[in-house]
């Protein structure tokens, strides 16, 4: 059965040469900001060993391909994210907080955790990791006063 399964998903699949191409068509295309691709492919990357991981991408193609696919996009998406003006991201930004009811909570919690610390894929270094730093806490600065936020207690 098992091997059935997985002839019937190569077949399917057939269309789309390589891993990158079926990630593009079937998954990113699907997801409307730069930064919510950002998002979701960094959620991809598991926190112990590093390497990117699709169980349906890794059904299809190898799990080594798979890894390589989605680190690729990573890095394109950041790239993409990265040289957009700040007009740009905060378009961006805010397409992607849309469909949230509660934008203040969510902007509490980034303000306080700082979890886009961890959407950066790990080869970015040096300025492009200071660019995306200060452009991404200028727009929190510029959204925490639109929807008027406080500002984190750093002692609590």
């Known amino acids: 059965m098992k091997l059935s399964l997985m002839s019937a998903v190569r077949s399917r699949h057939a269309l789309h040469r390589t891993a990158s191409e079926?990630?593009?068509?079937?998954?990113?295309?699907?997801?409307?900001?730069?930064?919510?691709?950002?998002?979701?492919?960094?959620?991809?990357?598991?926190?112990?060993?590093?390497?990117?991981?699709?169980h349906g991408l890794s059904l299809v193609f190898s799990e080594e391909e798979a890894s390589r696919a989605l680190k690729a996009a990573h890095s394109q998406v950041f790239d993409q994210w990265v040289q957009s003006n700040l007009k740009e991201q905060k378009t961006d930004l805010d397409l992607y907080l849309s469909p949230f009811n509660d934008k203040r909570n969510v902007l509490d919690t980034w303000l306080r955790l700082s979890p886009y610390r961890n959407l950066l894929p790990s080869s970015v270094r040096?300025?492009?990791?200071?660019?995306?730093?200060?452009?991404?806490?200028?727009?929190?600065?510029?959204?925490?006063?639109?929807?008027?936020?406080?500002?984190?207690?750093?002692?609590a």
């Open 22 to 54: 079926d990630l593009w068509e079937n998954t990113l295309s699907q997801i409307q900001s730069v930064f919510g691709r950002l998002v979701y492919l960094s959620s991809l990357r598991n926190p112990n060993t590093g390497r990117y991981e699709h």
């Open 126 to 155: 040096g300025v492009e990791r200071k660019v995306y730093l200060s452009d991404l806490e200028t727009l929190l600065q510029l959204l925490r006063n639109e929807y008027g936020v406080d500002a984190p207690d750093r002692d």
